[in-house]
């Protein structure tokens, strides 16, 4: 089992910085604490909110140079948004899987290929943690192309080991770049989020699962200022996360699937030590187009998190048909 600690400043607003914990996927799952059958979740509201509209490689290395896929001629319109008729099987799967009893979270499933989506919030909104990233860099790119410039070279190279490995230092340059919690908000109103707030501290940023599908979504078809070919660009890094970063969407992921893949993990020390853990990507695929996210908090510690996450992304899958 293979341990390496990252530290690093979220945003420059936080003395000492946040810390975050990059453990081996060889790590094995603690077990959580079962909910009662047919119970509803501890921290669900009297209605959850339904939004209706929009083998890894080696863990020694990741890869050194991810290729953009080529640019392409602009993608029709989105599928109009319809519910999934079997949302009420979802929610009833997501009831039964064990979870601690501090655990709050919340799925968002969209299939490109029909416009069906769904999302289940129970705690909205949920602190981002590294998931931020890709909205950095999504802001960056859209704030170097309203100066009529790509970016720079420094930028490239920052860009790639803030969403391959998850590096804290080079998060918070793009985010300055990017015009701080300014820019990533501005970003957010461009796109039409009604759920998810910049801080000043970038991983503190709050947002909703069905927030997550607009964003995901915008990286294939472009949108709030991002265009296509530069939504393939994050993809491409997104495709290429190292070995030890692929769980989460990865772990939901069949034979023959393409993961595109950004988390996020945090110890909230004003949560007693508890882990924020959430993932959020593309799954791609002969007779998939899945953009899917989920957000939680409260975990005992990372793994028992990302055993859970797993679980309800696997639960979506299997109850969608998706």
Partial sequence: MSRRLAMALFGGALAGGLV??????????????SLPTGSAPA?????????????????????????????????????????????PALRAALTEIPRGKNVAFGLGVLDART???VAVEVGSPFEMASTVKVDILVATYVAAAARGRGLTATQ???????????????????????????????????????GTTSSSSWGLTTTTPADRLVVLDALTRGGGGLRPEHGAEILALMRSVAASQRWGIGGAAAAGETVAVKNGWLPRSSQGGRWIISTSGLLTGPDTDLRLAVCSRGHASQAAGITFIEKVLKAARASLSV
């Avoid at 975050?20 to 604490?33: F, Y």
């Avoid at 290395?61 to 599928?79: C, N, Q």
């Avoid at 918070?172 to 109103?189: D, K, V």
Wanted: charged share 15%; no cysteine; hydrophobic share 40%.
């Fill in 43 to 87: 921290s669900a509201p009297a209605s959850a909110s339904q939004q209706t509209s929009a083998a890894p490689p080696s863990p020694s290395a990741a890869p050194t140079s991810p290729t953009a896929a080529p640019t392409a001629p602009p993608l029709p319109p989105a599928p109009p948004a319809t519910a999934f008729a079997a949302e």
């Fill in 156 to 194: 490239r190279a920052q860009a790639s080991t803030m969403i391959r490995n998850s590096d804290n230092a080079a998060a918070t340059s793009l985010f300055r770049a990017a015009g701080r919690a300014a820019g990533l908000n501005a970003l957010y109103r461009a796109l039409g989020l009604t």
């Fill in 115 to 117: 416009g069906r989506r």
């Fill in 20 to 33: 975050e914990l990059i453990t081996d996927r060889t790590l094995g799952p603690e077990p959580v604490a």
